[in-house]
């Protein structure tokens, strides 16, 4: 028997992967979890393992194309065994959808189309998508589905039959040049989905505090020497990791999640750190943060920027966040106010370390490190005065760092 190979479901934001490049060739053998393609998700690149040993009989899907989670990709079968291709249909293979869930025996539930000339047509997602980059007009094909639902097929077989009804362009508004066309990638368009959805969803209140970070830096210069000594370089962003997680043990309330009707709050703080790449903002997870020594922490956490700069993170690395941290004071950010990585509640904003003149001790002058740090948080969830408080003992640990626990 053939074995069929699909894209797997990384995630529960995951809907499409895009193929990037193919490892094997029709007629090439492939042992049981060998790499056979890699795809690029919403969040990772990820190799797909052969699930059965053979010969790669049949590819179905082509570099830089968008398949659906579950969607049929290659066949494997033994090296004299004959497969008919043909057999084998995307349309059949597609994603489970809102619409297929309900055709079981069912009605059918249809995602409508709302064509140029207006009027109420239905098409699989597969066929809406072809149309979008053909642009073809939908309201010109003929479905052969049920009730006369338009099929990737159909979309296909009107391309090919003829000169294809295309959709006007819009006009030109005004003399603007266009330089570049830049495609949204798999993860760039599912950042600008989950953000939009955040920001639409969470009411986002902010509460911004200026740090003094004096004697953090000290207390950091001092270990620096017996910290390197055991291989460890200790970042500013490590100590407001620990600071953070101490803080959110101690204001639980912060570290919590809108599920429905109910607020999860958590036990544990797994610390989502915001980290820049090429390819668009990631957010790898260091799990069990509050549990764990600055060392551990700076070790950890450093293993975990490598990964994400270097494209290898898989899907554990980018799971059960709790909250975040996102720092653009290498950027010479001084304060900003970030967009909230739903499910967690809050997001913490660091700014840029400065050096100001400030009144200590009463009224001596003093030359102090300090920084802007900005919690962002959900106000359906979390209200000001504990949000308040919870930013204010981070605060406080930072300008004490004799309170951070667990410095070995």
Not at 23 to 29: E, P
Not at 35 to 47: M, R
Not at 175 to 185: D, G, S
């Amino acid at each position: 028997m053939a074995t069929e190979v699909t894209i797997p479901n990384l995630g529960y934001t995951m809907t499409v992967a895009k193929i990037l490049n193919w490892q094997k060739a029709v007629g090439d053998k492939v042992e049981t979890g060998e790499i056979l393609l890699e795809i690029e998700t919403d969040k990772v690149n990820y190799g797909i393992e052969s699930p059965a040993g053979g010969v790669v009989k049949a590819i179905l899907a082509k570099v830089g194309e968008e398949i659906p989670v579950g969607g049929l990709v290659a066949i494997i079968g033994r090296a004299d065994e004959e497969i008919d291709v043909r057999s084998y249909a995307k349309e059949t293979k597609e994603a489970p959808t809102p619409e297929k869930a309900q055709t079981d025996g069912k009605k059918e539930t249809s995602f409508p189309v709302l064509p140029a000339a207006g009027g109420r047509i239905f098409a699989s997602p597969l066929a809406r998508k072809i149309a979008g980059i053909k642009q073809i007009d939908l309201s010109r094909v003929k479905g052969s589905g049920r009730s006369g639902r338009i099929r990737m097929a159909d979309v296909e077989k009107h391309i090919l039959e003829g000169k294809p009804h295309k959709l006007e362009p819009a006009p030109s508004v005004g003399p603007v040049e266009v330089a570049e066309v830049i495609p949204l990638t798999t993860m760039r368009r599912t950042i600008a989905q989950r953000l939009a959805q955040s920001f639409h969803d969470a009411p986002h209140f902010n509460l911004c505090m200026e740090v003094d970070m004096t004697e953090a830096l000290r207390f950091r210069e001092e270990n620096r020497g017996q910290w390197e000594a055991k291989g460890v370089r200790v970042s500013i962003n490590d100590i407001l990791v620990k600071a953070v997680s101490q803080a959110l043990m101690e204001h639980p309330e912060i570290n919590s999640s809108l599920k429905g009707d109910e607020i999860e709050v958590y036990g544990n703080v797994n610390m989502g750190i915001a980290v820049a790449t090429e390819r668009g903002l990631l957010v790898p997870v260091l799990r069990d943060a509050d549990r764990k020594s600055l060392l551990d922490i700076s070790r950890e956490s450093s293993i975990l920027i490598q990964k994400t700069q270097e494209g290898k993170l898989g899907p554990d690395d980018l799971s059960f966040g709790t909250f975040t941290i996102t720092n653009l004071g290498t950027f010479g950010i001084d304060l900003f106010t970030p967009i909230i990585n739903q499910p967690e509640s809050a997001i913490l904003g660091v700014g840029k370390l400065d050096r100001k003149v400030k009144v200590v001790d009463g009224d001596k002058i003093a030359i102090r490190s300090v920084m802007n740090l900005c919690l962002v948080f959900d106000h359906r969830v979390i209200d000001g005065a504990p949000a308040a408080r919870f930013l204010d003992r981070v605060r406080e640990i930072l300008e004490s760092p004799n309170q951070l626990r667990e410095m070995v």
